[in-house]
Each structure stands twice: as structure tokens, then as C-alpha cells.
């Protein structure tokens, strides 16, 4: 084992253990997890605290244990078949919790992968929205922003892709009913919307970032509660599994520097 | 049984322009690419393309064919988003229809069945509402009352799909993991083509790979097509991976209208068998010129 001491736990780390925490108490749901801290996050969750999480190939099949970043193929113990025919099914029954990413995110919750600017003639067309209208209100879902700024933290998304609190609102209950916003994560801090008017709150900020460095970040008014604690650290364990068995050559760090 | 045995050359016939198209495949994974060349080629225009998107809807924007995109994305999935698709976006050039995922799958399923719609709870608070404002909800007759979008159903002029083997009366057998919707795709269509890697006698399908591989049955297919390589660039495992250079080649040179009109005469402006050798060739010139660059880079160490 990797000799590890609290020096070592890198703004990657916090962000990985920030993303396992979406899976925590959820039982037997599948994982589907975009960006590299979301897919350690989940496999860190399978293999400590969520051991009946279900996980993907990213392909079409369930797979056994929570390989490491970038295993080959032929190395993974498969459970099921999950062709994205069969991945709707999952969605539309629930039984999934996903991480998705944000090209935008706003106040109330909104996500957009689809386009900035006008929608006749966009500045940028994006991926397209996928599936993230039907994730979002069909079973819980976070986000992962690994470039928090104010041009990804936005006070108004340009395309709604991922449903926010206050648009569900106004769709109505067959919107609202399975819908969940958990946690959002950035390269910052970790964010929620447990706040009477459910606009998004700052629960933890990675160590190293200040309230400040957040807010000066983020384009809208954030809810600050008078204390701010860190973002939790990684357990010996789960900072031995991250640089021994789920991302030994540090992959995460190449998507988070600090 | 009918002989379903067919050209590229008869498919591009038998379509004609302001059609419907859908396309099989998913981003840059087992598309019909050759049957996609073969409409590159022709006079075909005003298209609307119907797709789990890739190269297929990034090419014909780039050829002009395409008035309206319908679609929930557009990838090629080692490469987030495809450079022409993009252009046609933002310049107007196209009118758009994008809906989520599952919705498009609803979509293509309703027509399947010859119904007008199915009802979903996706789509619900999203812009899709906002952005397709022919969608329509539709309540519940039951005592729930709930309210969920009505998907049209997304009928199809023609559909391709391109599968790993197929036998002479259109049975296909798809032997990667995954079949996508290609079998929605036919059923949603009026006219229905399949372009396979390898024609095989029908009693040579179970050598090839298990009952659930043979998962397009002849009542979904008109007319089949060999094209071997004919999902080339993108992935058509187990028989090839995606040509990543090739991919990276492609986006490269749509960057700059030198480079692309170039790429256009190289591997465009020639029929299926000048594709696919000219793809080759260019295979080995990258091979080449990673191992002058490796020479030069251990010559530099040494020195």
C-alpha cells in the first residue's frame, strides 16, 4: 500500500469523494457517472459505503466490482446486458442515479449541454440535450463541473436541458414527482438546494478554496450559510483505493489541477 | 423467399429530394457510412435526417442536403461534437428538431406501432418544450390525471441501418453489443435498406453468433446491400473498430475549406471502392509519418 498522509489528498481527491457521496444510501441503483472524478466516485462508493450499487462498462453491460480507470475490456466480470434500448427502461423506472456535466448551470438548478445563444442560429451548438430532460425527471441526478466560473455558473441557462427545481414547479406534479437535483460538484465546492425556495446553497468547499474564490466564481447569488465547512477528506482506504487500485496512473489529475 | 439483393446505386434511387431519412447506428458507432456516400454522391437535397447522430448527419450538412436535423445528439463520441454539424447549427443553415433521447426512441417506436403518439414524462420543464413548439402533452384518462408529453410518432420516407452479416432475403444478424434502434428505425420507415459487411447463406447465420444476434427479421427490410467496410469510419465491432485516425483527419480538415475541399476530392468525389482504397492508403501515410516522427524524436534523444 501506498504510504499516504493528509499532504498528499489532492483537490482531485476531494472531488472524487465529494462525487461518491451521491450514491450514498441509495441501495441497488445503477450508476451512470460522466467526467473522470464522477466515474471514481462511483466506483469508490461501490467498493466502500454503496456495495450494491450497479455499474456500467460505459458500453451496454453491468459489470461486476468497480474496475479501474480505463481497464481493458477483456479484464471486466460482466453482470447484464444494458444496450442503451434497455438503459430507457432503467431511466424510466427509477432505479438510476446519474452524474451528468454542465456546459451551464443556474440558480434553480437548470442544466445546459445544448447550445449557447439563441436557438435558431446558436454562438456554440453543443452535444444536444441527450437525455438529460428525461434523467432529470424521471430519477436523481448531480452534476459535475470541473471549470466552475461564471461563464458555467450562470444566472439563467440558455437551454434547458436538465430540468431545475423551479421549472419542474411550473410543468407540474407529473414533473416534480421522481425529480431530484442531489448535489452539484465543481472544481470548488459542492452545492445543493436544500433552501426553502430551492435555489442553489454552498454545503462545503474544497480545502484550499475560499467562500470568496466561490462566489466570485459564480455568476448568480449563492445561499451562504454562516459557517461553510471543508469538503470532507478521503478515509486512509478510500485514498488507498484511489492511487492503488482505481486511478493509478492519476488520470484525475489531469482533470482537476491543485 | 425474395431475393432483397440490391446496390447502393438502386437505394439512392429509390429516395428522392425533401424525404425523410432515418439512419441507424448511434454517434460514430456501426453507421451505414456507404449508403451515407452513396447520398453524398447523388443529387439528393432538402433531406430531413433522422438520427442517433454522428458523421452520418455531420457529412450530409456538409454537402448541403439536409433542411431539418432530428435528433436528441450529435457525436462521434472520441470527439465530443462533429465540426460540420456544428457549422450547419450556427449559421442557420439547418432547421433543427432535438428532443431527448428517450423521447426520439418513443419517437421512432410510436411509428412502429401506427400509433400518432406515446406518452412520456421526458421532455417535461425542459426547452424541447420551448424549442419544438408543435409538442404537444396529453393528460391521463385515468383517475391519476397526470399530464406527460405526447411524442409523435416519427415517421420515416426511407431508413438504413448497417449490420455485421445478413443473408440474400434480408434477415440481419448484429453481432457487436449493442443493436441500438436500428430495428425502430426500419420499423418507423416506408422504404427499408440494410447495407451489410458480408452476405451469408441463411443457414450460415448461427455459426456466426447466437439467436439474439439475428435481431433484424425480414419483415423490417426491402432491399440489402453488401458494403464491406461500409460502416467505416465509425465502429463496427466485432469485425472493426472506429478509424480514429481517420476520425481525427476528418475533423482536421473541416476546420479549414482548403483542407475540406481537398478531403471532399480525396475520399468524397469517388465511388464506395475509391473510398475505401484512399482510406487505406491514408492509413498508411499516418502510419508513415508516426514512425518518421518517432525516428526523429529517439535521432534528437541520441544527439
Not at chain 2, 65 to 93: E, W
Amino acid at each position: 500500500m501506498t504510504d499516504t498522509t493528509a499532504t498528499d489528498i489532492t483537490r482531485a481527491d476531494y472531488c472524487a469523494v465529494a462525487c461518491a457521496e451521491v450514491f450514498r444510501g441509495d441501495g441497488e441503483v445503477m450508476a451512470s457517472a460522466f467526467g473522470t472524478a464522477p466515474a471514481l466516485g462511483a466506483r469508490l462508493a461501490r467498493l466502500t459505503f454503496a456495495p450494491d450499487l450497479v455499474l456500467t462498462d460505459g458500453d451496454a453491460a453491468l459489470v461486476d466490482g468497480a474496475p479501474p480507470l480505463g481497464a481493458p475490456p477483456a479484464s471486466l466480470v460482466f453482470e447484464s446486458h444494458m444496450p442503451y434500448r434497455r438503459v430507457f427502461d432503467v431511466v424510466w423506472s427509477g432505479r438510476r442515479n446519474l452524474i451528468m456535466m454542465a456546459s451551464q448551470i443556474d440558480r434553480t438548478g437548470n442544466q445546459n449541454i445544448s447550445a449557447i445563444g439563441p436557438w435558431g442560429q446558436p454562438k456554440a451548438q453543443l452535444v444536444g440535450v441527450r437525455g438529460a430532460p428525461g434523467n432529470t425527471v424521471n430519477h436523481t441526478t448531480s452534476y459535475w463541473v470541473p471549470n466552475h466560473s461564471t461563464r458555467s455558473f450562470v444566472e439563467q441557462v440558455d437551454v434547458v436541458s436538465g430540468v431545475g427545481y423551479a421549472r419542474a414547479a411550473a410543468a407540474g406534479p407529473s414533473a416534480t414527482k421522481f425529480h431530484e437535483i442531489r448535489f452539484v460538484i465543481s472544481n470548488l465546492g459542492v452545492f445543493d438546494f436544500a433552501t426553502p425556495d430551492r435555489v442553489m446553497r454552498l454545503v462545503s468547499v474544497h480545502p484550499g478554496v475560499s467562500v470568496d474564490d466561490v462566489v466570485a466564481a459564480t455568476g448568480f447569488e449563492l445561499v451562504i450559510p454562516d459557517v461553510v465547512p471543508d469538503t470532507r477528506p478521503p478515509t486512509a482506504e478510500e485514498l488507498a483505493l484511489l492511487r492503488d487500485v482505481l486511478d493509478p496512473r492519476g488520470m484525475a489529475d489531469r482533470e482537476v489541477k491543485a | 423467399m425474395a431475393d432483397k439483393r440490391t446496390t447502393l446505386d438502386e437505394f439512392v434511387a429509390s429516395l428522392s429530394s425533401g424525404m425523410t431519412i432515418g439512419i441507424g447506428g448511434w454517434g460514430s458507432r456501426r453507421k451505414p457510412m456507404a449508403a451515407v456516400r452513396a447520398i453524398l454522391r447523388s443529387d439528393l437535397t432538402d433531406l430531413t435526417v433522422v438520427s442517433y447522430g454522428g458523421p452520418d448527419v455531420g457529412l450530409l450538412c456538409a454537402a448541403g442536403k439536409v433542411a431539418k436535423a432530428v435528433y436528441g445528439f450529435v457525436t462521434l463520441d472520441s470527439i465530443p461534437t462533429d465540426p460540420h454539424f456544428k457549422a450547419a447549427r450556427q449559421s442557420g443553415a439547418i432547421e433543427a428538431m432535438e428532443v431527448d433521447e428517450g423521447m426520439f426512441y418513443l419517437g421512432l417506436l410510436a411509428a412502429s406501432q401506427r400509433v400518432p403518439f406515446l406518452p412520456t414524462r421526458s421532455g417535461l420543464g425542459s426547452d424541447v418544450m420551448t424549442v419544438n413548439p408543435s409538442l404537444r402533452t396529453v393528460r391521463s384518462p385515468y383517475g391519476d390525471g397526470e399530464e406527460l408529453v405526447a411524442m409523435p410518432a416519427l415517421r420515416l420516407d426511407a431508413a438504413v441501418i448497417h449490420v455485421n452479416r445478413a443473408d440474400a432475403a434480408g434477415s440481419g444478424q448484429i453481432l457487436g453489443p449493442d443493436p441500438f434502434f436500428d430495428e425502430l428505425f426500419l420499423g418507423a420507415a416506408d422504404r427499408r435498406f440494410m447495407t451489410t459487411e458480408r452476405i451469408v447463406a441463411t443457414d450460415e447465420l448461427a455459426a456466426e453468433g447466437p439467436i439474439q444476434t439475428m435481431c433484424i427479421s425480414r419483415l423490417l427490410t426491402d432491399g440489402v446491400i453488401e458494403t464491406p467496410g461500409g460502416a467505416h469510419f465509425t465502429a463496427c465491432v466485432p469485425d472493426y473498430g472506429r478509424d480514429e485516425g481517420f476520425q481525427k483527419e476528418y475533423v482536421a480538415a473541416a476546420g479549414d475549406p482548403d483542407a475540406w475541399a481537398a478531403f471532399v476530392e480525396r475520399f468524397l468525389a469517388v465511388d464506395e471502392a475509391g473510398y475505401q482504397a484512399a482510406t487505406l492508403e491514408a492509413a498508411d501515410e499516418r502510419a508513415a509519418a508516426k514512425a518518421a516522427a518517432k525516428a526523429a524524436a529517439a535521432s534528437k534523444e541520441g544527439a
